[in-house]
């Protein structure tokens, strides 16, 4: 998307531009050329990180961009960004701003999609239905007194993904810029063999995590953090049924 400012003069029923108006991209673009680091076919690639966006908005009033939606910081094969390997490379749209990109090169045997085998019907009893650890039930807080047991029923397990991936340094991007290696030619990069692991995680069609602050008049709310790898994680103690 273009924008730009100018100078338009008004005389009676005319009005000219005085001395044009110079249009800018308001994102930054970027040309990458990404191959596996052993010259595996690659059957597409993924985007995730820090400031990467699947969707934006532009004020326009001041032309500026602002990302949405992010693409996620996880290997997701629903919902990062995706773009085709193509020879020529990839022409990416970023949001003006910190970003910290990593790319995923999917291959044929990356992850299966499709269930072909009819899952087994298994009956369960009451006890056998909950999660345990160390021997007492899985559960999580929803409010200062109350807790929720966690179930197969609303736990799901995330298979893991084999990718070819190569993550880069933080870059301050601006608008209008251009990231290439030179005229023409695309900034090569080679993914390394990674095999992200599966993880357990609340069914997302069920449940969904309410965000800390104060609903109504007096009310309070809180929540508790806790630090791992440099990164401090939130655990919010309101949880919404859908």
């Keep these: 998307m273009l924008s730009g400012t100018g100078i338009i003069a008004v005389n009676g029923t005319q009005a000219t531009v005085e001395g044009g108006i110079l249009l800018k991209n308001v994102f930054a673009i970027a040309h990458f050329y990404m191959e596996a680091n052993d010259g595996t076919a690659i059957t597409k690639v993924g985007l995730r990180g820090t400031g990467v966006y699947t969707s934006a908005s532009i004020n326009l009033t001041t032309g500026k961009a602002r990302g949405v939606t992010t693409a996620g910081l996880d ?89 070819y991936s190569y993550g880069m340094s933080a870059n301050l991007l601006k608008a209008n810029a251009l990231i290439r290696w030179k005229k023409g030619i695309p900034l090569k990069i080679k993914g390394m063999p990674t095999i992200h692991a599966g993880y357990y995680r609340l069914a997302s069609e069920q449940w969904s995590t309410a965000m800390p602050k104060n609903t109504k008049a007096g009310g309070s709310y809180s929540y508790e953090t806790i630090k791992k790898d440099g990164k401090r994680l939130y655990f919010a103690r309101e949880i919404s049924l859908f």
């Design 75 to 163: 290997v997701d094969p629903e919902s990062n960004i995706f773009f085709p390997a193509w020879p020529a490379g990839l022409y990416i749209t970023f949001v003006p701003g910190t970003v910290t990109p990593i790319f995923d090169a999917y291959y044929a045997g990356s992850y299966s999609d499709v269930i072909t085998a009819t899952p087994e019907t298994r009956s369960y009893t009451e006890a056998e239905s909950f999660v345990y650890y160390k021997n007492h039930k899985a559960a999580f807080s929803v409010s200062n007194t109350q807790r929720v047991a966690i179930t197969n029923g609303n736990m799901q397990y995330v298979m893991p993904v084999k990718t």
